[in-house]
């Protein structure tokens, strides 16, 4: 059974640093790409960075340039580092897999960020 557990939510203040980490089983990790989505209250989940298993990388606009994803294949571990955290940023944080249509969830780590 695949599961996606995330972890490194917070508080943190507008300008500071995060960074997510999801473990993955190992079934599916090496084979799909990965992606991390985001939900804020009253909004539509939204995909936030992807990589493929090659290690190609899509963020969306509004994080690039302070977002930044990898992966570790060796430890089946997915992460975003999130820089110059604003609050329009705060939002549940989900893993997911596939990253384009995904089939598997995390349960979300939330981050928050105060101004």
């Known amino acids: 059974q695949v599961q996606l557990v995330e972890s490194g939510g917070g508080l943190v203040q507008a300008g500071g640093s995060l960074r997510l980490s999801c473990a993955a089983s190992g079934s599916i990790f090496s084979i799909n790409a990965m992606g991390w989505y985001r939900q804020a209250p009253g909004k539509e989940r939204e995909l936030v960075a992807a990589i493929s298993s090659g290690g190609s990388t899509y963020y969306a606009d509004s994080v690039k340039g302070r977002f930044t994803i990898s992966r570790d294949n060796a430890k089946n571990t997915l992460y975003l580092q999130m820089n110059s955290l604003k609050p329009e940023d705060t939002a549940m944080y989900y893993c997911?897999?596939?990253?384009?249509?995904?089939?598997?969830w995390g349960q979300g780590t939330q981050v928050t960020v105060s101004s």
């Open positions: 997911a897999a596939p990253a384009t249509i995904p089939l598997y």
